[in-house]
């Protein structure tokens, strides 16, 4: 079982950075796909950056040139560095954590942390 602690979200101004972070808890983290997907009210949870375990990223496009993610398999750290951001980026970030085995996925999920872009 792999437990994911998301921190580093918070209120921020249009045109904000926020960085946010998350741990997960077991020692073979550089095994996993690991990725950031937000969820605003009345909308279904997206895809907003991944990291594969090899370190290959892809974005969603209403990210990309703003967010950037990033990993650290020596702390078990994911990163999520979120600059220019814009209301609609308001949403609960989860982080997930994902790898294929015997023929499925085997997935988990944070908590989640808010964030709101709002002057």
């Known amino acids: 079982q792999v437990q994911l602690v998301e921190s580093g979200g918070g209120l921020v101004q249009p045109g904000g950075s926020l960085r946010l972070s998350c741990v997960a808890s077991?020692?073979?983290?550089?095994?996993?796909?690991m990725g950031w997907y937000r969820q605003a009210p009345g909308k279904q949870r997206e895809l907003v950056a991944q990291?594969?375990?090899?370190?290959?990223?892809n974005y969603a496009d209403s990210v990309k040139g703003r967010f950037t993610i990033s990993r650290d398999n020596a702390k078990n750290t994911v990163h999520l560095q979120m600059n220019s951001l814009k209301p609609e980026d308001t949403a609960v970030y989860y982080c997930?954590?994902?790898?294929?085995?015997?023929?499925?996925?085997?997935?988990?999920w944070g908590q989640g942390t808010q964030v709101t872009v709002s002057s």
């Open positions: 990291i594969t375990s090899g370190g290959n990223t």
């Open positions: 077991e020692s073979i983290f550089s095994t996993y796909h």
């Open positions: 997930n954590a994902e790898k294929p085995v015997g023929g499925a996925w085997l997935t988990y």
